[in-house]
T-cell receptor, first 112, second 113 residues
Framework: DADVTQTPRNRITKTGKRIMLECSQT?????MYWYRQDPGLGLRLIYY???????NKGEISDGYSVSRQAQAKFSLSLESAIPNQTALYFC???????????FGSGTRLTVV | AQSVTQLGSHVSVSEGALVLLRCNYS??????LFWYVQYPNQGLQLLLK??????LVKGINGFEAEFKKSETSFHLTKPSAHMSDAAEYFC???????????FGTGTRLTIIP
């Protein structure tokens, strides 16, 4: 099994629908992150969490919300999806004492 | 605040030629620097990282990068390109190493047979 698992891998949804992307990890890391990737823009941080009771906005949090259900689970929600939220979404984890991230395989979301 | 600039969104090299992918950073504190690789339809995989120890860092698959503080650069090199190196490469910076990463916009590397 992968260290960081994202579900679903692919999703097509309609404008206005609520959708949740899920991330779970077996690394035992305390820190978790959600990024979106768009062509030519690289990866941009949506939300991050340094422990279960800590949630922080990233640079592009508008239109998104998150929930840290447990140390190992971090979900990203789009309350009312819009077409410009079409992107590749990555979950990542890190440990406070070791630099760098472990990434999931990504969720490709299309909003039509 | 930290930022990363990757010069060249697309780079093409011939198989066997030198690979050079450029990364310049801006950081208000001593940075930790990273290179990640993304193969098609996959997540990002760590190639190498600079953590304030040796300035020349060796990574996986024959890649290496040199931290040059005077030039605020962390360019990625490989002496001889292989077809399997075709991918997108991202440079990233983090203050103190255990904070959130800021990524560059990526460089897509194409290998010409």
């Amino acid at each position: 099994d992968a260290d960081v698992t994202q579900t679903p891998r692919n999703r097509i949804t309609k404008t206005g629908k609520r959708i949740m992307l899920e991330c779970s990890q077996t690394k035992g890391h305390d820190r978790m992150y959600w990024y979106r990737q768009d062509p030519g823009l690289g990866l941009r941080l949506i939300y991050y969490s340094f422990d279960v009771k800590d949630i922080n906005k990233g640079e592009i949090s508008d239109g998104y919300s998150v929930s840290r259900q447990a140390q190992a689970k971090f979900s990203l929600s789009l309350e009312s999806a819009i077409p410009n939220q079409t992107a590749l979404y990555f979950c990542a984890t890190s440990s406070g004492d070791s630099p760098g991230y472990t990434f999931g395989s990504g969720t490709r979301l299309t909003v039509v | 605040a930290q930022s990363v600039t990757q010069l060249g969104s697309h780079v093409s090299v011939s198989e066997g030629a030198l690979v050079l992918l450029r990364c310049n950073y801006s950081s208000s504190v001593p940075p930790y620097l990273f290179w990640y690789v993304q193969y098609p339809n996959q997540g990002l995989q760590l190639l190498l990282k600079y953590t304030s120890a040796a300035t020349l860092v060796k990574g996986i698959n024959g890649f290496e990068a040199e931290f040059k503080k005077s030039e605020t650069s962390f360019h990625l090199t490989k002496p001889s390109a292989h077809m399997s190196d075709a991918a997108e490469y991202f440079c990233a910076v983090s203050p103190f190493g255990n904070e959130k990463l800021t990524f560059g916009t990526g460089t897509r590397l194409t290998i010409i047979p």
